[in-house]
């Protein structure tokens, strides 16, 4: 056995600070507080209640670090390799399976473009606090670590008694004091995240690696489900692929029909009827469930693919225009995304002009989706060529992420846009906050003025949809309204919905 003699002694210090300070030792407090009177009088008493008090909280400090002079608390977050060191202690420390413990991974939920949208500055502040509130929230021995970009990892000091429903109550403690408002130069942000959980029991291997492993696969299937996800490793979940081998693997699936156009609805806000339904690309694997876009996208972009999903995207969305149609269903028009290596195609306008024709459907059910970077990263002029010769064949132009790039009103104009998407980043938590609020009423100001129609992203409440309809926005998507679904859940979702509306109060309404 590795490192008998470190691991004995460890455990007869985590033994004795469960007998002396654990729960069941309260039972001698009083026949010890009474010996103490009988012996010495009042003045043992009277020291005896001011040095247990002491003794209670120095004595455990001195078993757990082994009067190594410091806590072992990880309080200036390290990194993966000191985390690893620390867990790979716990590791031993349970394998009788005695002792309980589990390992928890966070990872802040878009921090790509919270970066982008706010800044380095302002990200290194966030991860900060995050880093602070999820020290304060852990017991003081429990260890956490900064392991990656965005990601910090807790693993729980061992304890006797430590189930499934205690670390998942765990996890919900952690990602509600991320999800307090963090204020930055005077303004307030929200975060989500999304946790994995293993219990050590539970770990797939028999080293502190697997345990890991395992923990990052149910962060990985955490993240599949959307913001704020928490899942727990069973035993099916397995790490993704990466490099090389995830390239190959999502091609085949580019191939053989596994990667699929999603549809996630569009509603007015004055009507409160469908108004659009935009594509979104996902993977459907076998094995692994559901992969996140932001693990197959840049295999796809890495090998070239971008285009040919492409057009895999417009063909799926003009088929379901088609069947919409078919269902007697009325749905305006599907929105597409466009990447920048797309836009540069000198065949993309004839291509979309033939599909169009050969479904039989007029350019304006098609909204294409730019993203407003593309505008702000000195296009050239072939992606001006095809933007603007989109927007004349009669295609709408739908501006995505509007509020992260900085785009100028002059491009705006210039590549006819027809509506712009406000970035999800303003519409969170903005019932709560009058500084959103202000950010909102301001684009719907400008946007007015232009004559151009909006949509707001990230939709996730009530809340959020009343205020966005008496602020005046158009249309709302996000969570709130309904999540991405297969093609095939589309149209009992859009009857189900517009039975809804038979007797529903208005939410709100724009003034005309």
Not at 197 to 202: A, D, P, S, V, Y
Not at 393 to 418: K, P, Y
Request: hydrophobic fraction near 45%; aromatic fraction near 6%; charged fraction near 20%.
């Amino acid at each position: 056995m590795k490192y008998p003699s470190t691991r004995f002694l460890q455990r007869i210090k985590t033994l004795m600070s469960q007998a002396v300070f654990g729960p069941a030792a309260l039972a001698f407090l009083p026949a010890l507080t009474l010996g103490t009177f009988w012996l010495g009088g009042e003045v043992a008493l009277i020291a005896a209640a001011l040095g247990l008090p002491i003794l209670v909280v120095v004595l455990p400090h001195l078993l757990h670090n082994g009067g190594s002079g410091g806590p072992k608390q990880l309080t200036d977050l390290p990194g993966l390799d000191r985390f690893k060191g620390a867990s790979a202690d716990t590791f031993e420390q349970t394998r009788d399976n005695t002792m309980k413990s589990a390992m928890l991974m966070l990872e802040i939920d878009e921090f790509d473009d919270f970066l982008d949208l706010h800044g380095a500055a302002a990200a290194d502040a966030v991860l900060q606090r995050c880093g602070d509130r999820i020290v304060s929230t852990l017991r003081q021995r429990d260890v956490v670590a900064r392991v990656d970009k965005n990601r910090f990892a807790v693993c729980l000091h061992p304890v006797l008694q430590l189930d499934l429903e205690l670390a998942i109550q765990m996890a919900g403690r952690l990602q509600a004091a991320l999800e307090e408002p963090i204020s930055i130069d005077g303004t307030s942000v929200f975060i989500t995240t999304s946790t994995g959980i293993c219990l050590r029991h539970r770990a797939p291997g028999d080293t502190v690696e697997d345990w890991q492993n395992a923990t990052e696969a149910a962060l990985q299937e955490a993240k599949a489900v959307g913001p704020a996800g928490v899942r727990v490793f069973s035993g099916a979940a397995t790490p993704q692929s990466t490099g090389k081998d995830l390239r190959a693997e999502v091609a085949q699936a580019l191939d053989s029909g596994m990667i699929q156009a999603w549809f996630q609805p569009q509603v007015c806000t004055d009507t409160g009827r469908v108004s659009g339904f935009e594509a979104l690309a996902r993977w459907a694997h076998p094995v692994k469930g559901l992969v996140p876009p932001s693990t197959f996208l840049p295999a796809l972009e890495e090998s070239g693919l971008m285009q040919k999903l492409s057009c895999h995207m417009v063909t799926q969305s003009l088929t379901a225009l088609k069947s919409w149609d078919a269902a007697g269903l009325d749905v305006p028009c599907v929105g597409v995304n466009f990447a920048t290596d797309e836009l540069r195609d000198p065949g993309l306008v004839d291509r979309i002009r033939n599909e169009l024709d050969r479904f039989d459907l007029t350019p304006d059910r098609l909204s294409v989706e730019i993203l407003e970077t593309v505008m702000t990263d000195q296009p050239d002029d072939m992606i001006t060529r095809n933007i603007t010769a989109l927007g004349e064949l009669g295609c709408r132009i739908d501006l995505d992420d509007f509020g992260t790039g900085h785009a100028s009103i002059a491009s705006v104009r210039r590549f006819r846009v027809s509506r712009i998407k406000i970035d999800r980043s303003f519409v969170a938590k903005a019932d709560h906050d009058p500084d959103q609020q202000k950010l909102i009423a301001a684009i719907l100001t400008m946007a007015e003025r232009l004559d151009l129609d909006t949509l707001a992203e990230g939709v996730e409440t009530v809340g959020e949809h009343a205020l966005l309809a008496q602020l005046g926005c158009g249309h709302v998507q996000g969570f709130g309204i309904g999540r991405p679904m297969p093609f095939d859940q589309t149209i009992d979702w859009t009857v189900a919905h517009e039975a809804k509306l038979q007797d529903a109060p208005a939410i709100g309404s724009r003034s005309s």
